[in-house]
């Protein structure tokens, strides 16, 4: 039987592991469809099914896009979408601008809390990747101005802290349209991690089934039962198919691992339906 992980980070964005070390890391898991999401960013594809092709398993080209609707950011996963493909491809050279920039801003404003360095140190952790909050969270903790990665999101990252920089990406119609014009599927990922009120959530669920959206993430490697069946209720009321994805970033997060993933609820509609 396929064992499925929809959702995971290399180098290419903010993973710790390159795209070959997540897919023999996946392989070990005995993962056989893998889908590698970078934000913003298709480049470690290439690498990814190169590797995929060697370990014997599946690779589904695939990304993770920030994007806004209602001035709220959201990532909507993208599956099976063909990198060539020019929609994707100039959709996200924007999206990659809009990162540099955001990252000399985020850097200004942790210089003037006496944080100095911070713009060097990402560029050089994240290489030819992308760069992303995880980045600066890293640094923020590496040089002790904070204990967790979690402080740092609360004290300096997250919405609304001190170098909080509010960022206009893609609307989320837009992000949907480069995914389905390149054949993909589009996914909202983890529902629950935008802290919406029910009739927020209904509202967005909304616009993005109308967008085109297919799916939802209904398991994540973090999910609880309850985050289960509160997923699969708006999957249901919304007819969006379900998908599972760990969301996998570093193997120095013990809680999150790829493929370890608790099973979709039964009476869902697996994503993988709509692969062909
Ligand atoms: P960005 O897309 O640049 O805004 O960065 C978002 C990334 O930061 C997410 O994909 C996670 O990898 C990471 N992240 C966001 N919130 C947290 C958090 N509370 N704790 C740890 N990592 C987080
Ligand atoms: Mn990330
Ligand atoms: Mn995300
Ligand atoms: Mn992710």
Redesign the pocket.
Known sequence: MDKYDLHC?STAS?GSLSPSQLVERAHGQKVTKLALTD?DTINGLEEAQQAAMKAGLSLIPGI?L?ANWEHK?F?IIGLGIDPTCSSIVQGIATQQQI?AE?AKKIADKLAKKQIHGAYEAVCKAAGKGM????HF?NFLFEQKHVNT??Q???KY??KGKAAYVT?RWAEMDEAVRWIIESGGIAVLAHPLRYKLTTSWMKRALKAFKQAGGQGIEVVTGRSSKDDIQRTHHFAQLYDLCASQGS?F?SPDNEWVELGRLAPLPKNSKPVWDLFN
């Open positions: 980070h903010d934000h993770e920030s950011c990532h990162r955001r760069i992303t909050r995880l969270a990665l979690q740092a999101f609360d990252l997250g960022t969301d970033h």
